[in-house]
């Protein structure tokens, strides 16, 4: 299952059944001074886990049959996108530069990505790059540039906006139209991809992503995009990011 449409249309079914939008990406990643460093992609369902737990708490006479039908069609989707989502040691291995590749794949908290550590930027992005094109059927080259005092996220590889392009897909197969894109925008509208910078060993002066909110002493980075709120995309959002660092 190498597009990423295919592997979110699990979410989506989901979702349908929960009646929540739940659906959280988080990507973090640390830069040291020498410029190695660790990697992560998290996707966190967990709120929705937390409404299928309540709705089986519920549910009662003759209405528990139904809802545990529909929880074993949701366990078994979250369970194939887990394994496609965590699944990347075997993409990984042998990389250049890349070392302690662990996969997480947890259905009782529906929390499903992989780590990694990196030996230097170059080694990150052909990491990213194996993933993009094994996981997601889409072509990245360079995504991040580090030099000790400045640091680029530039705007490819945006996964963001390639799952609410799944996800509006997804959907648009069964609702089709205008319809199902506003059903996405209501159902997804507090989905978020947060981008989490570190620099442990440097600290950060300023950067030109307006969503960059500083913590940590200014030595992280915090970028918070919601791919379906309206409000949110009329200022235009991206993941491009640099930021001068001393």
Known sequence: MKNLKNLFVAALTLVSLTLTSCLHIIEEVTFKDKGNGSYSMTLDMSEVKGMMDMMKGMSGGDSTAVVSEEDAGADNSMSQMGEQLSSVASSLKGVDGIT??????????????????F???????????????????????????????????????????????????????????????????????????????????????????????????????????KPFDEEQQKQKPTVAATAKLK
């Open 119 to 225: 030996a230097d930027a170059a080694a990150l992005n052909r990491a990213l790059k194996i993933i993009n094109k094994d996981k997601y059927d889409s072509k990245t080259d360079e995504i991040f540039k580090f030099t000790g005092k400045n640091f680029e996220r530039v705007a490819s590889g945006d996964l963001g906006e390639e799952i609410k392009k799944a996800l509006s897909e997804g959907g648009g197969e069964e609702e089709g139209g205008e319809e199902s894109m506003e059903m996405m925008k209501m159902m997804f509208a507090d989905m978020s991809y947060t981008q989490v910078y570190h620099f442990p060993d440097r600290e950060i002066k300023k950067s030109d992503n307006s969503l960059a909110q500083l913590s940590d002493n200014n030595h992280t980075m915090t970028i918070v995009i």
């Open 100 to 117: 302690n590749v662990v996969e997480v794949n947890d259905t009782a908290t529906l929390k499903f990505g992989y780590t990694f550590d």
